[in-house]
């Protein structure tokens, strides 16, 4: 159901009088099955994530801290309030930064949206049904707010709040989670647009934050800042309802007053938000020239022992978002193109357990890691070229012979114009879960999650067991 937005109604309550009459049923099955597959990915990656530091430490935190109460902590046999475990969870879930990205809107949805609906989810005994629902709308949302603040045809590489310096899951994620969670708990329509309106007015999230434990962390405020906006607003605190557009508000602060509310146009149609997952535990603007190196040394049936450079020619957007060369913590590995390559050059792949301070030091790794250099400037002929290869990359492979390799990666596996199939993403999940559990036990897991929608109460998700980082 697409409701238009009329001016003189608030964005608060336009979102909410289009959530009040949607059903489950509503919901178009193409974006069930996406939000499907954005947990299978996030469940995998969330308990790769249990045994990193910073997932450790907030775990503490929240066992320390939080009152018992109905939500599991994953990693534990302990439950918990549903904010705190939702806090757990989502830094769990994004501290490897292997989790997937909205392509529209540049926000970590389903590591924000899956912690904080799960935990309503055992808190109230939901369906799998209304979960995948609830995840789809919160989806709705993010895209279509996203889209509503930068320029029509929306464009990942132009995206205004990334480049005012916001880090858009931190701005746009509690307001989706604001809402999904709202709609998961039956909220009557004055009380969801109060739970939006109480999101709006917390919004924030600098990308300065990006290289340390705070990207993390403002991805699981996002997830507890919406579901505690919607757990408030059932109790019956009141925000401003033009916390959108007051004059004061999210529009004006966070975007210089600057939107469209074309956008609203489509909102509830359930467009593809354009969820990229991927290979490799780093940034995304890392992926398409990590599996653009793998294929010229598979290819070519070379030894990365004889490779003497590897220059990546990249595109404008992916040079402003990779600013660490000589990365210093493993925050900070995860946005160096240099690291990655240098791990594959160093051991043939890169994944989660090359992030640690350990490798980081590595002189093996570090003089592989001197034979990548990064240079800006690859561009396109056309509008539409140049908008789908946001993060496309180049790399020219330099042989100790003096031959050379090139390959051109115009969207790494997983992104909306080269998306990644059923099978792998499934690969992904049970290598990820392999850490944690029986091969036996994950893969009775996968089955449920496969069959989400036919799931009677999302307490029966998980083994009664849950393993141990």
Excluded at 62 to 75: K, Q, Y
Excluded at 177 to 203: D, K, N, S
Excluded at 234 to 249: I, M, N, T
Excluded at 264 to 283: E, M, R, T, V
């Amino acid at each position: 159901m697409v409701t238009p937005h009329a001016e003189s109604v608030a964005v608060a309550q336009h979102m909410a009088d289009w959530m009040a009459g949607l059903s489950a049923t509503a919901i178009p099955a193409v974006a069930k099955a996406a939000a499907c597959r954005s947990v299978i990915d996030v469940v995998g990656v969330a308990h790769a994530g249990l045994g990193m530091p910073l997932a450790r430490l907030v775990r503490e935190e929240v066992l320390d801290e939080a009152a018992a109460g109905p939500s599991r902590v994953l990693g534990t046999m302990r439950r918990v309030a549903p904010i705190a475990a939702a806090r757990a969870n989502a830094t769990a879930a994004h501290v490897l930064d292997f989790d997937a990205n909205f392509n529209r809107g540049m926000v970590f949805g389903p590591a924000a949206l899956f912690p904080a609906l799960f935990a309503l989810a055992e808190s109230e005994g939901a369906t799998g049904e209304r979960f995948l629902a609830a995840f789809a709308i919160g989806t709705e949302i993010v895209r279509t707010l996203a889209e509503s603040l930068s320029d029509i045809p929306y464009r990942k590489d132009r995206d205004s709040l990334f480049y005012k310096g916001w880090f858009n899951t931190g701005v746009l994620g509690p307001v989706g989670v604001a809402g999904a969670t709202a709609w998961l708990m039956g909220l009557p329509r004055e009380e969801t647009a109060q739970a939006l309106a109480i999101a709006a007015v917390q919004a924030c999230g600098l990308r300065i934050g990006v290289g340390s434990d705070m990207k993390p962390l403002l991805c699981a405020r996002a997830s507890e800042t919406g579901l505690r906006a919607a757990l408030l607003a059932r109790k019956g605190v009141q925000a401003p309802l033009d916390a959108f557009e007051g004059p004061r508000g999210f529009i004006r602060v966070i975007n210089a007053g600057s939107w469209t509310d074309q956008a609203f146009a489509g909102l509830g149609s359930f467009q593809d938000a354009g969820a990229s997952y991927k290979l490799y535990p780093a940034c995304s603007s890392v992926q398409a020239a990590a599996e653009a190196l793998m294929r010229v040394l598979a290819e070519n049936a070379v030894s990365a022992r004889d490779v003497a450079g590897v220059r990546c020619e990249v595109t404008p957007h992916i040079a402003a978002n990779l600013a660490f060369e000589d990365p210093q913590n493993v925050t900070q590995a995860q946005f160096s193109l240099s690291y990655a390559l240098g791990c594959i050059l160093h051991r043939g792949d890169f994944v989660a357990a090359d992030l640690n301070a350990d490798d980081l030091v590595n002189p093996a790794i570090r003089a592989e890691m001197a034979k990548v250099t990064m240079q800006g400037g690859l561009s396109f002929a056309s509008e539409a070229e140049a908008r789908d290869a946001a993060e496309a990359t180049r790399i020219t492979v330099t042989m100790r012979d003096g031959r050379q390799f090139s390959a051109q990666q115009n969207a790494s596996t997983g992104k909306p114009i080269n998306p990644i199939s059923d099978a792998l993403l499934e690969k992904k999940f049970l290598a990820n879960m392999a850490q944690v559990m029986p091969a036996p036990t994950a893969q009775d897991l996968l089955g449920r999650i496969r069959s989400l929608e036919s799931l009677g109460d999302m307490r029966r998700l998980f083994p009664d067991e849950e393993p141990q980082p």
